[in-house]
T-cell receptor, first 112, second 109 residues
Framework: EADIYQTPRYLVIGTGKKITLECSQTMGHDKMYWYQQDPGMELHLIHYSYGVNSTEKGDLSSESTVSRIRTEHFPLTLESARPSHTSQYLC???????????FGEGSRLTVL | GNSVTQMEGPVTLSEEAFLTINCTYTATGYPSLFWYVQYPGEGLQLLLKATKADDKGSNKGFEATYRKETTSFHLEKGSVQVSDSAVYFCALKLDKIIFGKGTRLHILP
C-alpha cells in the first residue's frame, strides 16, 4: 500500500482566496510530482521535483507554485484562486530506478 | 518525441466478457511500460509493468506483453467483473514518465 497522503481531499473556496494543497510521502522518494486532471481524465504535469530545494515547471503552464524544503513534503500553493483553477490535483512520488509512481488519492478543488 | 496512444473510451462490456484496451507508443530508446488504474474517487495505482521486450506483466487477471516489433502494450483480461470499472492509463518511462489520455471502462452486471 502506498504511503503518500494528500489533504484536503475536497475544498470549496471563493475567488481570490489563497490555498495550499498538502502532499506528504513516507517512502523517502527523491522525485515528486503534481498533476492536474481535467474532467476528460487526461493528466497534465504541472510541477515536479527531483530532490530538496529542486522544483521545475511541468508541461502544462500553471499559476500555482510549489516548494520542496523537506524530502517528504511537496505542497502546492495558489495565491489567488479563480474558477479556472477548479480541477482535481494529484500528487505522486517515485524513486530514481524503478520508474513506478505512487499516487495520492487527490485533492478536488472547486473555486466559486 | 516520445508519446503514448491508447484507445478512446468509454468502453462498455458485460460481466465475464473479454477485454482488450489497445496501447501503442513512440519512443527514442527502450522504455519501461506500465498500466495504471484509477478507481472512482481515487488516485492512480500501478496495475502492471514490463521493462523489456517480450516481458509480460500480469496482475489481478490482467495481462500485457511488451511488443517491440509493433511498439504495443495492449491490456487484456479474459473475464471482466463489475469491480473492474475504472479508468485505465497506459504509460512509458524513459527519462520521464508519459501517460496516455486514459480509457474509461464500464462493466455492466
Amino acid at each position: 500500500e502506498a504511503d503518500i497522503y494528500q489533504t484536503p481531499r475536497y475544498l470549496v473556496i471563493g475567488t481570490g482566496k489563497k490555498i495550499t494543497l498538502e502532499c506528504s510521502q513516507t517512502m523517502g522518494h527523491d522525485k515528486m510530482y503534481w498533476y492536474q486532471q481535467d474532467p476528460g481524465m487526461e493528466l497534465h504535469l504541472i510541477h515536479y521535483s527531483y530532490g530538496v530545494n529542486s522544483t521545475e515547471k511541468g508541461d502544462l503552464s500553471s499559476e500555482s507554485t510549489v516548494s520542496r524544503i523537506r524530502t517528504e513534503h511537496f505542497p502546492l500553493t495558489l495565491e489567488s484562486a479563480r474558477p479556472s483553477h477548479t480541477s482535481q490535483y494529484l500528487c505522486a512520488s517515485g524513486d530514481t530506478g524503478a520508474g513506478e509512481l505512487f499516487f495520492g488519492e487527490g485533492s478536488r478543488l472547486t473555486v466559486l | 518525441g516520445n508519446s503514448v496512444t491508447q484507445m478512446e473510451g468509454p468502453v462498455t462490456l458485460s460481466e465475464e466478457a473479454f477485454l482488450t484496451i489497445n496501447c501503442t507508443y513512440t519512443a527514442t530508446g527502450y522504455p519501461s511500460l506500465f498500466w495504471y488504474v484509477q478507481y472512482p474517487g481515487e488516485g492512480l495505482q500501478l496495475l502492471l509493468k514490463a521493462t523489456k521486450a517480450d516481458d509480460k506483466g500480469s496482475n489481478k487477471g490482467f495481462e500485457a506483453t511488451y511488443r517491440k516489433e509493433t511498439t504495443s502494450f495492449h491490456l487484456e483480461k479474459g473475464s471482466v467483473q463489475v469491480s473492474d470499472s475504472a479508468v485505465y492509463f497506459c504509460a512509458l518511462k524513459l527519462d520521464k514518465i508519459i501517460f496516455g489520455k486514459g480509457t474509461r471502462l464500464h462493466i455492466l452486471p
